[in-house]
């Protein structure tokens, strides 16, 4: 693997600089027009995706700008998100969100750095945990955020200390984690599509975060029921035998340990 210079990151940086424009909201909870950093998708180059879906580009990382706050009242969420406002999601937000959240400091610049991305998922996770948001919307959040995190690692883990890269897999895990759990219950109260997701793409999803998180039963339990339906995409069928034999022989590597024990 190439090793990250410090030459290297700020040529990066100037390419991801060149890949965003200034993009017009309109806040609906205060009624504030601002504009937040998106990403041209003519610029987007992909490099393929990992098993859980999260997608790679050259040069940008998008979930990085995914996440719009308003920068008078410090209403945030993801821009898919960002509109859908109901008057009691209104109400809740106005009244439960702490002063902190209102006047923050504008994060201007032309392009944000992985720390003040995490910074406007926070304030978008704080604003899931005021609103009643449907579950998907929270455990969509929550993967994006992981996803976010795996990308700092992916950039910075050169220039950062042992401790930090503990702490960020940590915080990746627990994110994964409660995306898991929420997509799943989701699954169960919830019409399709969930999160622009069918019903098949998002079993995938779930089995393919139940093996990050180390749970090789649940995610071979979805997958079972995944690939024996008829109704399957191919695509995602493909997708479901190549995360299988993933699984399968990670649960005979766990059991071998077992039998060691």
Known sequence: MEELTIEKYNE???QEEECLFP????CPICDENFKSLAVRKS???SLG???DLR???RWVDPVKYEVVVCPVCGYGALSRYFDEMIPVWCHQLQKGMPAFMRNRVFLGGNRLSYDEALQQYEFACRCNDIASFKESRKAYTFLKRGWLI???LSAESDFLEKDEIENLREGENRCLELAYVGFMKAMSEEDFPIAGMDEHTLMYLCAALANRLGRYGDSMTILSRLMTSKAVNPRVKDKAYDLKEIVSERLKEQEAAKALQ
């Open 55 to 57: 997608p790679r580009y």
């Open 150 to 152: 795996r990308g700092k």
């Open 43 to 45: 610029k987007m180059y």
């Open 49 to 51: 995706m990992d098993e």
């Open 12 to 14: 990066m940086i100037k």
């Open 23 to 26: 993009k017009s909201y309109k």
